[in-house]
Protein backbone atom coordinates (compact mmCIF):
# COMPACT_ATOMS: atom_id res chain seq x y z
CA UNK A 1 0.00 0.00 0.00
CA UNK A 2 1.29 3.50 -1.05
CA UNK A 3 2.45 5.60 2.02
CA UNK A 4 -0.09 8.84 2.00
CA UNK A 5 2.02 12.20 0.87
CA UNK A 6 1.82 14.55 4.21
CA UNK A 7 1.40 17.34 2.06
CA UNK A 8 -0.65 16.09 -0.57
CA UNK A 9 -3.38 18.39 0.74
CA UNK A 10 -1.24 21.80 0.37
CA UNK A 11 -2.96 23.75 -2.42
CA UNK A 12 -0.99 25.44 -5.08
CA UNK A 13 0.67 28.42 -2.91
CA UNK A 14 -0.43 30.76 -5.19
CA UNK A 15 -4.15 30.15 -5.04
CA UNK A 16 -4.10 30.25 -1.68
CA UNK A 17 -2.05 33.66 -1.46
CA UNK A 18 -4.66 34.78 -3.92
CA UNK A 19 -7.15 33.76 -1.81
CA UNK A 20 -6.08 35.77 0.68
CA UNK A 21 -5.58 38.80 -1.27
CA UNK A 22 -8.85 38.61 -1.45
CA UNK A 23 -9.87 38.50 1.76
CA UNK A 24 -7.40 41.30 2.96
CA UNK A 25 -9.31 43.28 0.36
CA UNK A 26 -12.82 42.65 1.36
CA UNK A 27 -11.87 43.28 4.91
CA UNK A 28 -10.05 46.59 4.30
CA UNK A 29 -13.61 47.62 2.59
CA UNK A 30 -15.06 46.64 5.43
CA UNK A 31 -13.46 48.79 8.13
CA UNK A 32 -13.13 51.49 5.87
CA UNK A 33 -16.97 51.81 4.77
CA UNK A 34 -19.89 53.02 6.77
CA UNK A 35 -22.41 51.00 4.50
CA UNK A 36 -25.16 53.62 3.94
CA UNK A 37 -26.64 50.70 1.71
CA UNK A 38 -27.24 47.67 3.49
CA UNK A 39 -27.40 45.57 0.68
CA UNK A 40 -23.30 46.41 0.19
CA UNK A 41 -22.60 45.51 4.00
CA UNK A 42 -24.49 42.02 3.16
CA UNK A 43 -22.39 41.74 0.50
CA UNK A 44 -19.39 42.50 1.68
CA UNK A 45 -19.61 40.48 5.03
CA UNK A 46 -20.39 37.53 2.92
CA UNK A 47 -16.81 38.03 1.02
CA UNK A 48 -14.87 38.17 4.43
CA UNK A 49 -16.87 34.38 5.50
CA UNK A 50 -16.96 33.25 2.58
CA UNK A 51 -13.01 34.06 1.85
CA UNK A 52 -12.04 32.83 5.55
CA UNK A 53 -14.06 29.79 4.78
CA UNK A 54 -12.41 29.03 1.12
CA UNK A 55 -8.93 28.86 2.99
CA UNK A 56 -9.99 26.55 6.00
CA UNK A 57 -10.91 24.39 3.14
CA UNK A 58 -8.02 24.92 1.21
CA UNK A 59 -5.77 24.43 4.14
CA UNK A 60 -7.46 21.28 5.46
CA UNK A 61 -6.75 17.52 4.75
CA UNK A 62 -10.20 15.44 4.18
CA UNK A 63 -9.47 13.80 7.52
CA UNK A 64 -9.46 17.31 9.54
CA UNK A 65 -12.82 18.58 7.25
CA UNK A 66 -14.75 16.11 8.52
CA UNK A 67 -13.53 17.03 12.25
CA UNK A 68 -14.52 20.25 11.70
CA UNK A 69 -18.14 19.30 10.51
CA UNK A 70 -18.48 17.14 13.94
CA UNK A 71 -16.70 19.34 16.32
CA UNK A 72 -19.90 21.75 15.07
CA UNK A 73 -22.05 19.57 16.55
CA UNK A 74 -20.66 18.84 19.63
CA UNK A 75 -20.10 22.51 20.12
CA UNK A 76 -24.21 22.88 20.06
CA UNK A 77 -24.25 19.50 22.23
CA UNK A 78 -21.85 21.38 25.11
CA UNK A 79 -23.95 24.73 24.22
CA UNK A 80 -27.52 23.49 25.29
CA UNK A 81 -25.61 21.15 28.50
CA UNK A 82 -23.82 23.82 29.82
CA UNK A 83 -26.22 26.66 29.53
CA UNK A 84 -28.74 24.48 31.19
CA UNK A 85 -26.88 24.13 33.72
CA UNK A 86 -25.75 27.56 33.80
CA UNK A 87 -22.11 27.55 33.38
CA UNK A 88 -22.34 29.75 30.17
CA UNK A 89 -24.21 32.24 32.21
CA UNK A 90 -21.90 32.23 35.20
CA UNK A 91 -18.38 33.65 32.85
CA UNK A 92 -18.02 36.92 33.15
CA UNK A 93 -16.90 39.28 30.15
CA UNK A 94 -14.08 41.13 32.04
CA UNK A 95 -12.17 38.63 33.91
CA UNK A 96 -11.79 34.69 33.05
CA UNK A 97 -12.97 31.73 35.47
CA UNK A 98 -11.49 28.44 36.16
CA UNK A 99 -13.26 25.06 35.49
CA UNK A 100 -12.99 24.62 38.94
CA UNK A 101 -14.83 27.77 40.00
CA UNK A 102 -17.60 27.19 37.03
CA UNK A 103 -18.20 24.07 39.17
CA UNK A 104 -18.79 25.56 42.45
CA UNK A 105 -20.80 28.24 41.09
CA UNK A 106 -23.14 25.95 39.15
CA UNK A 107 -22.86 22.52 40.90
CA UNK A 108 -21.72 20.75 37.56
CA UNK A 109 -18.66 18.09 38.21
CA UNK A 110 -15.72 19.72 37.20
CA UNK A 111 -14.26 17.52 34.73
CA UNK A 112 -17.43 17.47 32.50
CA UNK A 113 -17.15 20.96 32.20
CA UNK A 114 -13.49 20.93 31.37
CA UNK A 115 -14.67 17.92 28.31
CA UNK A 116 -17.90 20.08 27.48
CA UNK A 117 -16.07 23.41 26.99
CA UNK A 118 -13.60 22.04 24.99
CA UNK A 119 -15.47 21.74 21.21
CA UNK A 120 -16.40 25.53 22.32
CA UNK A 121 -13.00 27.06 22.84
CA UNK A 122 -11.78 25.23 19.94
CA UNK A 123 -14.50 26.46 17.37
CA UNK A 124 -13.51 30.09 18.92
CA UNK A 125 -17.23 30.42 20.29
CA UNK A 126 -15.82 30.78 24.12
CA UNK A 127 -11.53 31.89 25.05
CA UNK A 128 -9.68 30.42 27.26
CA UNK A 129 -6.44 32.10 28.15
CA UNK A 130 -3.35 30.16 27.25
CA UNK A 131 -1.22 30.71 30.25
CA UNK A 132 -4.19 30.46 32.91
CA UNK A 133 -6.50 28.61 31.79
CA UNK A 134 -9.47 30.88 32.57
CA UNK A 135 -12.14 30.67 30.16
CA UNK A 136 -13.49 34.13 29.28
CA UNK A 137 -16.73 35.28 27.22
CA UNK A 138 -16.29 36.34 23.68
CA UNK A 139 -18.63 38.79 21.57
CA UNK A 140 -20.32 34.95 20.31
CA UNK A 141 -21.05 33.71 23.66
CA UNK A 142 -21.79 37.08 25.27
CA UNK A 143 -24.45 37.58 22.93
CA UNK A 144 -26.28 34.56 24.16
CA UNK A 145 -26.47 35.89 27.52
CA UNK A 146 -27.83 39.17 26.61
CA UNK A 147 -29.97 37.96 24.19
CA UNK A 148 -32.31 35.39 26.10
CA UNK A 149 -34.51 34.04 23.63
CA UNK A 150 -31.43 33.82 21.37
CA UNK A 151 -30.54 30.68 24.08
CA UNK A 152 -33.93 29.63 24.21
CA UNK A 153 -34.55 28.96 20.38
CA UNK A 154 -31.22 27.92 19.90
CA UNK A 155 -32.72 24.81 22.45
CA UNK A 156 -36.13 24.58 20.50
CA UNK A 157 -34.36 24.10 17.39
CA UNK A 158 -31.28 22.60 18.17
CA UNK A 159 -33.65 19.91 20.33
CA UNK A 160 -35.61 19.40 16.95
CA UNK A 161 -32.65 18.79 14.62
CA UNK A 162 -30.54 16.12 17.36
CA UNK A 163 -33.87 14.36 18.19
CA UNK A 164 -35.39 13.79 14.83
CA UNK A 165 -33.18 15.33 11.45
CA UNK A 166 -30.40 13.55 13.17
CA UNK A 167 -32.31 10.17 12.34
CA UNK A 168 -33.34 11.35 8.77
CA UNK A 169 -31.57 8.43 6.97
CA UNK A 170 -33.01 5.84 9.56
CA UNK A 171 -36.69 7.81 8.75
CA UNK A 172 -36.23 7.86 5.00
CA UNK A 173 -35.55 3.33 5.05
CA UNK A 174 -38.01 3.35 7.50
CA UNK A 175 -40.54 4.77 5.03
CA UNK A 176 -38.92 3.08 2.18
CA UNK A 177 -38.84 7.25 0.75
CA UNK A 178 -36.68 9.40 -0.80
CA UNK A 179 -38.77 12.14 -0.64
CA UNK A 180 -39.44 14.96 1.04
CA UNK A 181 -41.74 14.80 4.37
CA UNK A 182 -45.02 16.84 3.11
CA UNK A 183 -47.46 15.88 6.25
CA UNK A 184 -47.64 18.31 9.30
CA UNK A 185 -49.06 14.97 10.88
CA UNK A 186 -46.19 12.36 9.42
CA UNK A 187 -42.97 13.94 9.79
CA UNK A 188 -39.40 12.93 11.33
CA UNK A 189 -40.46 15.06 13.84
CA UNK A 190 -43.39 13.55 14.96
CA UNK A 191 -41.88 10.22 14.18
CA UNK A 192 -39.25 10.71 16.67
CA UNK A 193 -41.72 11.41 19.62
CA UNK A 194 -43.95 8.08 18.63
CA UNK A 195 -46.29 11.02 17.37
CA UNK A 196 -46.90 10.54 14.09
CA UNK A 197 -50.79 10.84 12.97
CA UNK A 198 -51.18 14.71 15.55
CA UNK A 199 -50.03 17.76 13.86
CA UNK A 200 -46.35 19.04 15.25
CA UNK A 201 -48.17 21.79 16.70
CA UNK A 202 -50.22 19.66 18.99
CA UNK A 203 -47.49 17.66 19.93
CA UNK A 204 -45.53 20.11 20.89
CA UNK A 205 -48.60 21.80 22.71
CA UNK A 206 -48.84 18.94 24.90
CA UNK A 207 -45.48 18.49 25.44
CA UNK A 208 -45.14 22.12 27.21
CA UNK A 209 -42.45 23.12 23.63
CA UNK A 210 -44.79 25.57 22.28
CA UNK A 211 -44.56 27.88 24.58
CA UNK A 212 -41.25 27.78 24.92
CA UNK A 213 -41.03 28.30 21.00
CA UNK A 214 -43.29 31.53 20.76
CA UNK A 215 -41.01 32.97 23.53
CA UNK A 216 -37.93 32.30 21.55
CA UNK A 217 -39.97 33.76 18.72
CA UNK A 218 -39.65 37.01 20.52
CA UNK A 219 -38.12 39.47 17.99
CA UNK A 220 -35.81 41.03 20.87
CA UNK A 221 -32.70 40.86 18.46
CA UNK A 222 -34.00 42.62 15.74
CA UNK A 223 -30.55 42.24 13.91
CA UNK A 224 -31.59 39.11 13.29
CA UNK A 225 -35.06 38.99 12.77
CA UNK A 226 -36.39 42.16 11.37
CA UNK A 227 -40.17 42.56 9.86
CA UNK A 228 -40.35 45.77 9.60
CA UNK A 229 -38.45 49.03 8.01
CA UNK A 230 -39.02 47.88 4.30
CA UNK A 231 -43.08 47.84 3.66
CA UNK A 232 -44.74 51.09 4.54
CA UNK A 233 -47.68 49.23 7.42
CA UNK A 234 -49.04 53.16 7.92
CA UNK A 235 -50.34 52.80 4.82
CA UNK A 236 -52.81 50.66 5.61
CA UNK A 237 -54.21 53.22 7.79
CA UNK A 238 -55.08 55.17 5.23
CA UNK A 239 -58.46 56.18 3.23
CA UNK A 240 -61.66 56.90 4.59
CA UNK A 241 -63.13 53.07 5.53
CA UNK A 242 -66.00 52.43 8.08
CA UNK A 243 -64.61 52.58 11.47
CA UNK A 244 -65.47 48.64 12.33
CA UNK A 245 -63.20 47.99 9.13
CA UNK A 246 -60.23 45.75 10.65
CA UNK A 247 -57.04 47.13 9.24
CA UNK A 248 -54.52 44.01 9.78
CA UNK A 249 -55.18 40.69 10.61
CA UNK A 250 -52.43 38.59 12.03
CA UNK A 251 -52.88 35.49 11.12
CA UNK A 252 -50.88 33.10 13.09
CA UNK A 253 -49.53 35.84 15.23
CA UNK A 254 -48.03 33.65 17.62
CA UNK A 255 -47.82 35.84 21.14
CA UNK A 256 -48.28 39.21 18.96
CA UNK A 257 -44.08 39.97 19.26
CA UNK A 258 -44.23 40.72 15.40
CA UNK A 259 -47.60 42.62 15.42
CA UNK A 260 -46.49 44.70 18.82
CA UNK A 261 -43.16 45.88 16.71
CA UNK A 262 -45.17 46.77 13.55
CA UNK A 263 -47.48 48.76 16.09
CA UNK A 264 -44.99 50.68 18.15
CA UNK A 265 -43.12 50.93 14.78
CA UNK A 266 -46.23 52.35 13.08
CA UNK A 267 -47.66 55.65 14.30
CA UNK A 268 -50.26 55.63 12.02
CA UNK A 269 -51.28 52.25 13.46
CA UNK A 270 -51.10 52.92 17.01
CA UNK A 271 -53.89 55.48 16.35
CA UNK A 272 -55.98 52.22 14.93
CA UNK A 273 -54.87 49.18 17.18
CA UNK A 274 -58.43 48.38 17.98
CA UNK A 275 -58.83 47.49 14.60
CA UNK A 276 -55.72 45.08 14.38
CA UNK A 277 -56.42 41.52 15.54
CA UNK A 278 -54.18 38.75 16.74
CA UNK A 279 -55.02 35.30 15.54
CA UNK A 280 -53.71 31.85 16.52
CA UNK A 281 -54.65 28.75 18.29
CA UNK A 282 -55.40 28.66 22.15
CA UNK A 283 -52.19 28.19 24.01
CA UNK A 284 -50.46 31.03 22.14
CA UNK A 285 -53.30 33.39 22.51
CA UNK A 286 -53.99 32.60 26.19
CA UNK A 287 -49.88 33.12 26.43
CA UNK A 288 -50.30 36.89 24.68
CA UNK A 289 -53.39 37.64 26.87
CA UNK A 290 -51.69 36.84 30.12
CA UNK A 291 -48.33 38.31 29.11
CA UNK A 292 -49.87 42.18 28.76
CA UNK A 293 -47.49 43.33 25.91
CA UNK A 294 -49.49 43.75 23.29
CA UNK A 295 -50.24 47.22 22.47
CA UNK A 296 -53.79 48.62 24.26
CA UNK A 297 -56.91 47.79 22.58
CA UNK A 298 -55.36 45.01 20.42
CA UNK A 299 -57.99 42.36 19.86
CA UNK A 300 -56.44 38.70 20.06
CA UNK A 301 -58.67 35.78 18.63
CA UNK A 302 -58.57 31.82 19.03
CA UNK A 303 -58.73 31.06 14.71
CA UNK A 304 -57.79 27.86 13.26
CA UNK A 305 -56.11 29.22 9.87
CA UNK A 306 -57.84 26.32 8.00
CA UNK A 307 -61.32 26.97 8.60
CA UNK A 308 -63.45 29.96 7.44
CA UNK A 309 -61.75 33.53 7.84
CA UNK A 310 -64.09 35.19 10.15
CA UNK A 311 -62.90 38.33 10.24
CA UNK A 312 -63.90 39.83 6.95
CA UNK A 313 -62.98 42.09 4.08
CA UNK A 314 -59.73 43.79 6.01
CA UNK A 315 -57.26 46.24 4.76
CA UNK A 316 -54.48 43.34 4.95
CA UNK A 317 -54.31 39.62 6.40
CA UNK A 318 -50.05 39.30 7.45
CA UNK A 319 -48.92 36.25 7.76
CA UNK A 320 -45.41 35.75 9.12
CA UNK A 321 -43.40 32.05 9.27
CA UNK A 322 -46.74 30.39 8.31
CA UNK A 323 -46.69 29.20 4.74
CA UNK A 324 -42.86 27.84 5.47
CA UNK A 325 -44.30 25.03 7.92
CA UNK A 326 -46.96 23.99 5.30
CA UNK A 327 -46.53 21.68 2.17
CA UNK A 328 -47.94 23.45 -1.46
CA UNK A 329 -51.44 21.34 -1.06
CA UNK A 330 -51.91 23.10 2.93
CA UNK A 331 -50.55 26.24 1.70
CA UNK A 332 -53.23 27.06 -0.42
CA UNK A 333 -55.92 25.60 1.64
CA UNK A 334 -55.02 28.22 3.93
CA UNK A 335 -54.58 30.99 1.65
CA UNK A 336 -58.23 30.01 0.04
CA UNK A 337 -59.88 30.52 3.04
CA UNK A 338 -58.18 34.16 2.79
CA UNK A 339 -59.48 34.62 -0.42
CA UNK A 340 -62.97 34.00 0.28
CA UNK A 341 -63.10 36.17 2.60
CA UNK A 342 -60.82 39.06 1.30
CA UNK A 343 -62.38 42.28 -0.12
CA UNK A 344 -61.05 43.33 -3.28
CA UNK A 345 -58.71 45.99 -2.36
CA UNK A 346 -57.36 43.74 0.76
CA UNK A 347 -53.98 43.26 0.45
CA UNK A 348 -52.58 39.41 1.62
CA UNK A 349 -48.72 40.28 2.88
CA UNK A 350 -46.76 36.95 3.14
CA UNK A 351 -43.42 37.59 5.65
CA UNK A 352 -41.42 35.27 5.04
CA UNK A 353 -37.39 33.72 3.32
CA UNK A 354 -37.70 34.01 -0.05
CA UNK A 355 -34.90 31.44 -1.08
CA UNK A 356 -32.55 32.85 -3.86
CA UNK A 357 -31.59 29.28 -4.97
CA UNK A 358 -27.80 29.63 -4.78
CA UNK A 359 -26.87 30.35 -1.57
CA UNK A 360 -24.53 32.76 0.07
CA UNK A 361 -22.68 32.92 3.67
CA UNK A 362 -25.90 35.96 4.48
CA UNK A 363 -28.80 32.46 3.46
CA UNK A 364 -27.29 30.55 6.23
CA UNK A 365 -29.60 31.34 8.18
CA UNK A 366 -32.82 30.40 5.37
CA UNK A 367 -30.58 27.44 4.99
CA UNK A 368 -31.08 26.17 8.21
CA UNK A 369 -34.83 27.69 8.64
CA UNK A 370 -35.30 24.81 5.51
CA UNK A 371 -33.96 22.19 7.12
CA UNK A 372 -35.84 22.70 9.84
CA UNK A 373 -38.94 22.77 8.60
CA UNK A 374 -38.07 18.93 6.25
CA UNK A 375 -38.35 18.19 9.55
CA UNK A 376 -41.98 19.11 10.05
CA UNK A 377 -43.43 18.71 6.37
CA UNK A 378 -43.00 22.48 5.40
CA UNK A 379 -40.08 24.18 3.02
CA UNK A 380 -38.66 27.97 2.24
CA UNK A 381 -39.82 28.40 -1.13
CA UNK A 382 -38.28 30.86 -3.90
CA UNK A 383 -40.60 33.99 -5.52
CA UNK A 384 -41.62 31.14 -8.52
CA UNK A 385 -43.35 28.89 -6.30
CA UNK A 386 -45.11 31.43 -3.88
CA UNK A 387 -46.61 32.66 -7.48
CA UNK A 388 -47.30 29.40 -7.79
CA UNK A 389 -49.31 28.60 -4.48
CA UNK A 390 -50.64 32.16 -5.04
CA UNK A 391 -52.15 31.33 -7.69
CA UNK A 392 -53.78 27.97 -7.19
CA UNK A 393 -55.49 29.79 -3.88
CA UNK A 394 -57.25 32.80 -6.59
CA UNK A 395 -54.45 35.21 -5.71
CA UNK A 396 -51.89 36.75 -7.79
CA UNK A 397 -48.64 38.26 -6.59
CA UNK A 398 -48.15 42.09 -6.80
CA UNK A 399 -44.71 42.04 -5.47
CA UNK A 400 -41.92 41.08 -3.37
CA UNK A 401 -40.57 43.43 -0.84
CA UNK A 402 -37.07 43.00 0.59
CA UNK A 403 -35.32 43.58 4.05
CA UNK A 404 -32.87 42.49 5.74
CA UNK A 405 -33.84 39.10 7.01
CA UNK A 406 -37.10 38.82 5.98
CA UNK A 407 -39.03 39.96 2.95
CA UNK A 408 -42.45 40.69 2.34
CA UNK A 409 -44.51 39.31 -0.68
CA UNK A 410 -47.67 41.45 -1.21
CA UNK A 411 -50.77 39.52 -3.25
CA UNK A 412 -54.05 40.49 -3.74
CA UNK A 413 -57.11 38.88 -5.36
CA UNK A 414 -56.51 37.66 -8.73
CA UNK A 415 -57.98 39.84 -11.52
CA UNK A 416 -60.58 37.04 -12.74
CA UNK A 417 -61.66 36.25 -8.37
CA UNK A 418 -62.03 40.81 -8.08
CA UNK A 419 -64.10 41.29 -11.61
CA UNK A 420 -66.41 38.53 -10.05
C1 LIG B 1 -43.55 29.73 13.04
S1 LIG B 1 -44.75 30.33 14.10
C2 LIG B 1 -44.90 32.01 13.52
C3 LIG B 1 -45.50 32.92 14.54
C4 LIG B 1 -45.50 34.41 14.14
N1 LIG B 1 -46.27 34.64 12.95
C5 LIG B 1 -44.09 34.94 13.98
O1 LIG B 1 -43.67 35.24 12.89
O2 LIG B 1 -43.40 35.06 15.00
C6 LIG B 1 -46.24 29.58 13.48
C7 LIG B 1 -47.47 29.95 14.26
O3 LIG B 1 -48.61 29.29 13.69
C8 LIG B 1 -49.48 28.93 14.74
N2 LIG B 1 -50.40 27.89 14.28
C9 LIG B 1 -50.10 26.59 14.03
N3 LIG B 1 -51.20 25.95 13.57
C10 LIG B 1 -52.20 26.87 13.53
C11 LIG B 1 -53.56 26.82 13.11
N4 LIG B 1 -54.10 25.69 12.65
N5 LIG B 1 -54.29 27.95 13.17
C12 LIG B 1 -53.74 29.11 13.63
N6 LIG B 1 -52.45 29.23 14.04
C13 LIG B 1 -51.69 28.11 13.97
C14 LIG B 1 -48.52 28.47 15.83
O4 LIG B 1 -49.13 28.44 17.09
C15 LIG B 1 -47.43 29.52 15.72
O5 LIG B 1 -47.69 30.64 16.52
Known amino acids: MATPDPNSHKSHG ?190 MAENGELARFQAGLNPGNKEVFKPTGFFDFGALAEGDDARDRAILVDVGGGIGAILTSIIEETPALQAVASRCVLQDIACPIDQARSGGKLPVGVQTMVHNFFQE ?20 AKCVEILSYLTKSAAADTKILISEVVDPLTNNESDIPMVCTDVIMLNIGGKERSEEQFGEILKAAGLELVKVWRGPSDCLIEARLAVKNNVA
Open 14 to 203: SVLVEQAANLTAACVQWSRSDFEDPARQVAVRDEIAAGARRILLETATPTELMWSQLVNLYALISLRTLSQHGVLQALSSEKGISAEELAEATGMEVSLIRRLLRPLTATQFLSQGVESGLYHHTKASQAFCVAPELHVMLDVLSEHTLLSLGCLPEYLAERKSASEPQDQAYNPYTWSRGQDGTSVWQV
Open 309 to 328: QPVKGPKAYYLRRILHDYSD
